[in-house]
């Protein structure tokens, strides 16, 4: 399965990782999906409105405020696609 890369505007992706709105790109899911010693890693889906695809990307914010990091990096996203699972929550 070929996936689609898109490769977009530095100041969009970083405004779109951001909580930022946009009329072409939706914000889905802004997650953290690793801790490391000096990086706290979050995950960003977006959907494409013009298409209904979805994309995704990580970027890294410093764990500790003296830490330095380059949060962004390379702005491009990856196609992904949605898969509906059942869980099971106990209460």
């Known amino acids: 399965m070929d ?3 898109l490769k977009l505007d530095h100041d969009l992706s970083v405004d779109l990782c951001q909580g930022g709105k946009d009329k072409d790109f ?4 802004n997650n953290i999906v690793n801790h490391k010693r000096w990086s706290v890693v979050h995950r960003v889906i977006i959907k494409r409105e013009s298409d209904g695809k979805f994309f995704k990307r990580n970027y890294y914010v410093p ?7 380059e949060p962004f990096g390379d702005d491009s996203w990856t196609e992904v696609f949605p898969i509906d699972r059942i869980s099971t929550f106990y209460e």
């Open 63 to 69: 764990a500790t405020e003296s830490q330095e990091e």
């Open 3 to 5: 996936r689609e890369q």
């Open 26 to 29: 939706t914000v889905v899911e």
